[in-house]
């Protein structure tokens, strides 16, 4: 099975998406939920208008594929601001508050070595929250 990339970013007024592998599968949101199911409302228009007009299907998406969802960090952290703290992420990822507000902030980007401690320390936290019955 094929992986394509959704890419995920911030605009003005919500946030938009775009596939990589795919040029022109493109889509908008509020919120994770509705970039997901807009993906995918796309992808499926484009493979029908390819079978209707007979274009060319593009090879990533013949034969079976799985998004994967991408996000920068300063849009992680816009999006999730209200909840996850800064301090919050501080103790998850080991990064100092005030450098977590330049990445949030845009004034600076993280190295490749701390966007894997920020996504390291989510995906942790998210193993054990689905370990968790209540």
Same mark, same amino acid.
């Not at 099975?1 to 995920?8: G, H, P, R, S």
């Given at each position: 099975? +094929? ?6 970013e +911030?605009?003005? =007024? =919500? ?7 795919? #040029? !022109? ?7 994770? #939920?509705?970039?997901k ?14 079978? %209707?007009?007979?274009?060319?299907? /593009? %090879?990533?998406?013949?034969? #079976?594929?799985?998004?994967?969802? @991408? ?12 909840i996850?703290? @800064?301090? !919050? ?16 902030? !845009?004034?600076?980007? /993280?190295? /490749? ?10 995906? @942790? ?7 968790? =019955?209540?």
């Open positions: 099975m +094929k992986a394509l990339t959704v890419i995920i +911030k605009t003005e =007024n =919500n946030y938009s998406a775009y596939l990589a592998e795919v #040029d !022109g599968i493109v889509a908008t949101g509020h919120n994770i #939920d509705e970039i199911a807009n993906i995918v409302n796309a992808i499926t228009a484009l493979l029908e208008d390819c079978q %209707e007009y007979g274009d060319e299907i /593009p %090879e990533e998406l013949k034969g #079976d594929y799985s998004l994967t969802f @991408k996000m920068d960090v300063k849009s992680f952290l816009e999006f999730y601001t209200g996850f703290t @800064k301090s !919050g992420l501080e103790r998850l990822t080991g990064i100092n508050q005030k450098q977590l507000w330049h990445y949030a902030s !845009g004034s600076r980007n /993280p190295r /490749p070595e701390q966007v894997i401690k920020i996504e390291s320390a989510l995906h @942790k936290l998210g193993e054990e929250l689905i370990s968790i =019955n209540l």
